[in-house]
């Protein structure tokens, strides 16, 4: 049954990729999902403030694109490493792995902030170099 669980929170996740910035939006969706299959399951949610975490998330994420690039990606990358690592510390969870599970969490969201350092480097840089009139930047693409 856990493995049927797993396999349907994995099939949510990559249903997301379709939304305006959807690896943050992707995250948060992860993280109510797998929110939801643990609570189902019997586990206890430990955020005291869960239910205002999903919609400050949102708004975060919201307000991130009404910034200037060199500011709103690094909220928009908080987002989306803190809800990935909630995610992969809920599945680790479900799947029995207790204490383990905060480690592992943590682990994954500093992994996927370290991945979004060029881009958030490039926000700057490219903010410093459109200060010169007629200076245009092109839009980040990651390295292959």
């Known amino acids: 049954m856990k493995t049927l669980l797993l396999a349907l929170a ?3 996740l990559a249903g997301c990729s379709a939304t305006k910035e959807p690896s943050a939006y992707g995250a948060i969706a992860a993280d109510e999902a797998t929110t939801a299959i643990g609570l189902s399951q019997g586990l206890t ?8 975490a999903t919609p400050l998330s949102i708004a975060a994420v919201e307000y991130a694109y009404t910034l200037p690039a060199e ?13 990935w690592g909630i995610s992969a510390s809920n599945l680790l ?11 592992a969490g943590g682990v994954v969201g500093a992994l996927i ?8 480097e490039y926000a700057y840089w490219c903010a410093e170099w459109m200060a010169t009139p007629g200076n245009t930047c092109l839009p980040f693409k990651a390295p292959a």
Not at 93 to 102: E, Q, T
């Open 45 to 52: 949610e430990l955020n005291p403030i869960a239910w205002a």
């Open 113 to 120: 902030w370290t991945s979004g350092a060029d881009e958030r």
């Open 93 to 103: 969870m479900i799947a029995g792995l207790g204490p383990v599970s905060f480690f």
């Open 10 to 12: 994995l099939l949510l």
């Open 71 to 83: 500011e709103g990606t690094p909220i928009i990358h908080m987002v989306r490493s803190s809800k």
